[in-house]
């Protein structure tokens, strides 16, 4: 299973690190992704991270404005930010897949973070 | 990268059988097998019905099946049922090395 973080209240421009904690499985077998959903919008990849050889991709849209990582010693992904913005509220979910193949079948119960 | 093009809405009666499509480009539907949908109901996660254009995970019903010709993928639901009722989600790899989802399709049951 992911298990994700708890829910974040934050102001403007403080940072923040949320996480995804897999277990039951060989963490480093599987990319782990990260998907934003603003408040009543769709979904939005921003980007995944293959612990196994720290593969790190991101969308076009969330690059330099994220950062993925992970730490295979404690099964765990994060999604960080230096500096937040309002437009940063959303729910955020973290996701697996193996490599080739578009089976994310496994997904974190969702991180809700509020920027205000 | 844009978002995949999926119409914002469809609906049917109990029992009928309707389709989503998922438009793209050759950069992303058209060029790879990864084609991907998702059912997400309020305020819970996604939930994934077709994998690699037209595979079923298990536990999901044989009702769901994918398609994909040219760089338009389609999710089609048959005897559709009250409880499919929530909005759907294409996604596609790309040429980029990342996904991109469509921009979501609300499924009405009338």
């Known amino acids: 299973q992911l298990v994700q973080s708890g829910a974040e209240v934050k102001k403007p421009g403080d940072s923040l690190k949320i996480s995804c904690k897999g277990s039951?499985?060989?963490?480093?077998?599987?990319?782990i992704g990260w998907v934003r959903q603003m408040p009543g919008r769709g979904l939005e990849w921003m980007g995944i991270i293959h612990p196994g050889d720290s593969d790190t991709r991101y969308s076009p849209s969330f690059q330099g404005q994220v950062t993925i990582s992970a730490d295979r010693s404690i099964t765990t992904a994060y999604l960080q930010w230096s500096s937040l913005e309002a437009s940063d509220t959303a729910m955020y979910y973290c996701?697996?897949?193996?490599?080739?193949?578009?089976?994310?079948?496994?997904w974190g119960q969702g991180t809700l973070v509020i920027v205000s | 990268q844009s978002a995949l093009t999926q119409p914002a809405s469809v609906s049917g009666s109990p029992g009928q059988s309707i389709t989503i499509s998922c438009s793209g480009t050759s950069s992303d539907v058209g060029g790879y097998k990864y084609v991907s949908w998702y059912q997400q109901h309020p305020g819970k996660a996604p939930k994934l019905m077709i994998y690699?254009?037209?595979n079923r995970p298990s536990g999901v019903s044989n009702r769901f099946s994918g398609s994909k010709s040219g760089n338009t993928a389609s999710l089609t639901i048959s005897g559709l049922q009250s409880e499919d009722e929530a909005d759907y989600y294409c996604?596609?790899?790309?040429?980029?090395?990342?996904?991109?989802f469509g921009g979501g399709t609300k499924l009405t049951v009338l």
């Open positions: 690699d254009v037209s």
């Open positions: 039951g499985y060989t963490f480093t077998d599987y990319f």
């Open positions: 996701a697996r897949r193996a490599r080739g193949t578009s089976n994310w079948a496994l």
């Open positions: 996604s596609s790899y790309t040429s980029s090395r990342t996904s991109v």
